[in-house]
DNA sequence: GCCAACGTTGGC
DNA sequence: GCCAACGTTGGC
């Protein structure tokens, strides 16, 4: 059982968006780490979905459904995806500034690498957040 | 909207 | 295989 962190930006793909859909794929990664990320998840895996640009912040629980399959918009045929079912929300989403500010999280891969849009998250992390936020499964 | 960080591409 | 140029991400 390993935890994850997925970004999206909300206006291309928000939490409200993965709710309405239930199941979705995670298409449009080009990215090798956050695509090798992907690949090392495995079914019933969670992962916290984090709204980039607009919100920063950590909004809700997606789990794992699928294995690593070929992202078919990937015209070179090199990166590919799995796919997540939104859980639920958090009760009180975490934002940026909330994790940056909080010395229980400054080790977290979200501010190590910003950039990385797939990213590991450890367990003392995952359920420390899920305590800010306030939030049971 | 700017720009720093950083990953990728392609010429050599 | 190096590295400069380029493109993208994402915080501010």
Known sequence: MQYWLIKSEPYKWSWNDHVAKGVEHWDGVRNYQASNNMKAMEIGDLAFFYHSNEGKEIVGIVEVVSGYYPDHTDPK?????????????????????????????????????????????????????MKLSETTL
Request: aromatic share 8%; no cysteine; glycine share 4%.
């Open 77 to 129: 045929e090199r990166f590919g995806m799995v796919d997540f079912k939104a859980v639920k929300p958090v009760n009180k989403p975490v934002n940026l500034a909330q994790i940056k500010a909080d010395p229980n999280l400054s080790e977290m891969s979200l501010l190590k690498q910003m950039r990385l849009s797939v990213g590991p998250v450890r367990k003392s992390e995952w359920d420390y957040i």
